[in-house]
């Protein structure tokens, strides 16, 4: 089960829905929320879909290999760096 929250950057404006914690699980399997620095765009990465565990996952925009872990309540917006605020109080969950 997963709750995703709308997050807004109070900088520039982009938004994303995702998960606050950066992982979640859906019919049982592992998701994580990343980074990707190249095309600076938030993925969500089935973690059981992974080329090899050890290594940090590929980007599936772009193919980058060098994602980071990213949630939108530590880290910053993406685009400008700004802060992330919650924008609402909608939630959507999921199984």
Request: hydrophobic share 30%.
């Amino acid at each position: 089960m997963a709750t995703f929250y709308k997050y807004k950057c109070e900088r520039c404006g982009y938004t994303i829905s995702t998960e606050p914690t950066g992982k979640y699980a859906l019919l049982s399997r592992q998701h994580r929320t990343y980074l990707c620095k190249n095309c600076r765009n938030i993925v969500n990465v089935n973690e059981s879909m992974a080329r090899d565990p050890e290594l940090l996952p590929e980007c599936p925009v772009c193919g980058y290999a060098g994602l980071l872990p990213w949630d939108p309540v530590t880290c910053a917006c993406p685009k400008c760096g700004g802060k992330m605020i919650q924008d609402g109080d909608e939630a959507v969950q999921a199984d």
